[in-house]
T-cell receptor
Framework: DAGVIQSPRHEVTEMGQEVTLRCKPI?????LFWYRQTMMRGLELLIY????????DSGMPEDRFSAKMPNASFSTLKIQPSEPRDSAVYFC?????????????FGSGTQLSVL | QKEVEQDPGPLSVPEGAIVSLNCTYS??????FMWYRQYSRKGPELLMY????GNKEDGRFTAQVDKSSKYISLFIRDSQPSDSATYLC????????????FGSGTRLSIRP
């Protein structure tokens, strides 16, 4: 299996622009998570899906952030408009529950820089 | 106060040394304890997983949980340069990946 695939690996954009991050989870995993990692705040859960349905989006910082999962093999995280404080590494992770509910499989992340 | 506290390091030790990484936590309801390893420019990967108190060993790695002290540790024996990474402790109340709380991570460097 190729693991969790994220694109792009790096994104540099200007303040005010729309940013779309993409994720392909591991086939057969029914949970998908979006995390953000910064030096100051560490790894933070933004939102997670179960069977393509958003379950908990309480970690989404504000209305500028939105996430979708149109099918079991694809999810997007969109920031519109982007701001410099959104600069971070964004990780997508997937999991299969039950059985491995505590094990998250992470992608390699998207390094986002908002200028 | 954060629910999970972890010394950010960096921690630098010579090859072959025993490494001790630690986390403290405040929520006594945590029952599931994990250690994730994160190499530079990569996502975290699960290294060790334990339930409740006690020790668990896997090769050169030993995870220890002391719930009475709200303290968890990861020991690495015979450390290798390939162990150089950031180590994140993580814990949850439920056997569900949706409720995992991560520590901020400790950067570890093993000197050849």
């Amino acid at each position: 299996d190729a693991g969790v695939i994220q694109s792009p690996r790096h994104e540099v954009t200007e303040m005010g622009q729309e940013v779309t991050l993409r994720c392909k989870p591991i086939s057969g995993h029914d949970y998908l998570f979006w995390y953000r990692q910064t030096m100051m705040r560490g790894l933070e859960l933004l939102i997670y899906f179960n069977n393509n349905v958003p379950i908990d989006d309480s970690g989404m910082p504000e209305d500028r952030f939105s996430a979708k999962m149109p099918n079991a093999s694809f999810s997007t995280l969109k920031i519109q408009p982007s701001e410099p404080r959104d600069s971070a590494v964004y990780f997508c992770a997937s999991s299969f529950f039950p059985g491995q509910g505590e094990k998250l499989f992470f992608g390699s992340g998207t390094q986002l820089s908002v200028l | 106060q954060k629910e999970v506290e972890q010394d950010p390091g960096p921690l630098s030790v010579p090859e072959g040394a025993i490494v001790s990484l630690n986390c403290t936590y405040s929520n006594s309801a945590f029952q599931y304890f994990m250690w994730y390893r994160q190499y530079s420019r990569k996502g975290p990967e699960l290294l060790m997983y334990t339930y409740s108190s006690g020790n668990k060993e896997d090769g050169r790695f030993t995870a220890q949980v002391d719930k009475s002290s709200k303290y968890i540790s990861l020991f690495i024996r015979d450390s290798q340069p390939s162990d150089s990474a950031t180590y994140l402790c993580a814990m949850s109340m439920y056997s569900s990946a949706s409720k995992i709380i991560f520590g901020s991570g400790t950067r570890l460097s093993i000197r050849p």
